[in-house]
């Protein structure tokens, strides 16, 4: 999907990814060779690369330990320095309390270029969805159910019929 803008949204949701990263049943590597998959993917379309892209970020089920730090740095890496995608804006929403209290000092750090990138959003999912839609141009029906919105994402399909199309 796209914002009013033509940029390209992408949707993360951390809590989905297997708990158990990084043991016998997914490797770290893997899941970041799938991450390069998706990103190369997205920048088939020239607009994209012209316009890049908002990231739209859940964080409502996200356990306080759920997060695999060397995962987290390979995906950084690749969009930082390998990979060359703009990204225009992220939406952090529910993020967990923790990240609540500390991102104001986050921030002082950011430096202001990605400071005006990062905006997180604390409220209700109805009040989040109207925000997104009248400042950032991100209407509900872009947005996942899993938010409240109407686009139900399926990755199994999108995978097969990139593998019909030979991708």
């Known amino acids: 999907m796209r914002d009013d803008a033509g940029r390209a949204i ?3 949701d951390p ?4 708990a158990d990263i990084g043991h016998e049943s997914f490797d770290v590597h ?3 060779r799938s991450f390069w998959y998706f990103l190369h ?4 379309d020239e607009e994209v690369q012209k316009k890049g892209c908002v990231v739209v970020s859940d964080l409502t089920n996200i ?3 759920h997060f695999d730090r060397k995962l ?3 995906q950084l890496h690749s969009v930082r320095s390998c990979i060359p995608l703009k990204i225009v804006k992220m939406h952090i929403c529910h993020p967990p309390w923790f990240l609540q209290v500390v991102y104001p000092c986050m921030k002082l750090m950011m430096g202001e270029r990605l400071r005006r990138k990062v905006k997180l959003h604390a409220e209700e999912y109805e009040s989040i969805l109207q925000t997104l839609e009248v400042k950032y141009g991100i209407s509900r ?3 996942p159910v899993e938010m409240g919105g109407g686009l139900t994402l399926d990755h199994i399909e999108w995978l097969e019929e990139r593998k019909k199309l030979g991708l």
């Open 10 to 12: 992408f949707f993360a």
């Open 15 to 18: 809590s989905r990814y297997p």
């Open 30 to 32: 893997s899941m970041a």
């Open 41 to 44: 993917s997205v920048l088939e």
């Open 63 to 65: 356990k306080p330990f």
């Open 72 to 74: 987290a740095a390979l």
């Open 141 to 143: 029906d872009k947005l």
